[in-house]
């Protein structure tokens, strides 16, 4: 591979999202080492850290760091402070929110699949889920999230307007439909087109475009049925397209099908910027305990070589992730009788990536529990 250079914009958030991405900064720095490419990291606040500091949840400065950069990688955002208190004026989740808007990033892709060694910790049955491989396209910066917002001053009245245009939908339906060309050719768009005219609109667009992909076999589903078959029968699905709302939702629902929140990666794509993150949030009550599984963030860091074009050292880095998940070298809530830091999972990782099978660690030693470097 040829030297390459990427400037990345690093927002470490709130709650466990700096200890998540230390890892995979950690992991980026072995990728820069095997396969001859150097990344810059620009530091940026965001979220309820950047409210206590500077009042704002995304400050011009972040923003600018943000735009002038190859790519975001980003912690997580949300703290209890904000949480519990409906009446603050400022709150985190604006800021990216905002951050979406501004860099355009309309379609966020959240694969799911199983670990065969991590079947078990999955609350449904192996039989159901085993073999599940999910790809979900939620649109992100339209829809309800966006829509105009009231509360009236006496507070017994409120409303949020949904809105969708076909500019809006076009963009990521073709992103779903070029995935779906490259696996198994079905594409299901989850809806709520019995009571919703904008559900009605996404239906009337997807249909439109989908002659342009005479391969792929488009399907719908309402959104509270496609809640219930992911739980029922997830292995049906393939990959899914809907909108802002109902993706949130469906994607979080689904997360649980792998056995951890903690495994789960993101990406946020525009047309010249993209962000990438995990989608456990903030959990606060883990923080600086090392507890916080780092897998989501550093597969989210995949995600960013692939976009990158740096495919190689992303099979190496799923690959590795796979080598830690196989030998149970993972946090607490993976292997609750013995257990790693998010520390050391992450050098783990990280020291597969250099190694491989000539890592400093002892993998024998690792099967029984017994690290030999802490």
């Known amino acids: ?27 980026l720095d072995a990728v820069a080492e095997i396969f001859q490419c150097s990344f810059q990291f620009s530091y940026g606040l965001m979220g309820a850290e950047a409210i206590f500091k500077t009042g704002d949840p995304l400050p011009d400065e972040t923003l600018k760091i943000c735009k002038d950069s190859d790519a975001v990688l980003f912690g997580a955002i949300g703290d209890p402070v ?12 604006q800021g990216l929110l905002k951050l979406r808007k501004e860099l355009g990033l309309y379609a966020n892709i959240r694969p799911l699949k199983t670990y065969a060694s991590l079947i078990d910790k999955s609350p449904l049955k192996r039989e159901i889920i085993e073999g599940t491989d999910i790809q979900i396209f939620r649109e992100l910066v339209s829809g309800i999230y966006f ?4 509360t009236d001053p006496d507070g017994k009245y409120a409303y949020d307007v949904c809105k969708y245009s076909t500019e809006e939908i076009i963009p990521i339906a073709h992103m779903a ?30 249909q439109k475009i989908a002659p342009q ?42 997360s649980v099908i792998g056995g951890s929140i903690g495994l789960l990666p993101s990406a946020s794509i525009g047309e010249e910027n993209a962000l990438f993150e995990p989608i456990h949030g903030s959990y606060p009550q883990a923080k600086g305990k090392g507890i916080a599984n780092p897998v989501a963030s550093i597969l989210s860091t995949a995600m960013m070589l692939d976009y990158l074009k740096l495919p190689e050292a992303a099979d190496k880095l799923r690959r ?9 070298y993972v946090t607490v809530d993976l292997n609750a009788e013995q257990h790693y830091s998010t520390a050391e999972v992450g050098s783990f990782i990280a020291d597969y990536i250099k190694y491989s099978e000539k890592s400093y660690y002892n993998f024998e030693n690792v099967r029984i529990g017994k690290s030999t470097i802490v």
């Open 1 to 27: 591979m040829s030297n390459s250079y990427f400037k990345i914009a690093v927002l470490p958030g709130d709650g466990i999202g700096p200890e998540v991405v230390n890892e995979s900064i950690k992991v």
């Open 147 to 150: 829509g105009e917002k009231f």
């Open 177 to 206: 439909f070029k995935e779906a060309e490259k696996r198994k050719k079905k594409l299901t768009l989850i809806d709520k087109a019995n009571v919703l005219d904008t559900s009605r609109l996404w239906r009337k667009t997807c």
């Open 82 to 93: 904000f949480d519990n208190n409906p009446e603050a004026k400022v709150r985190p989740e």
């Open 213 to 254: 992909y005479p391969d792929v076999q488009l399907d719908y589903i309402f959104v509270d049925n496609a809640a219930m078959q992911l739980v029922l029968n997830p292995k049906q699905f393939d990959v899914i397209l809907t909108e802002n709302m109902f993706g949130d939702i469906i994607s979080d629902e689904a």
């Open 320 to 328: 590795a992730v796979e080598h830690a998940i196989e030998n149970r």
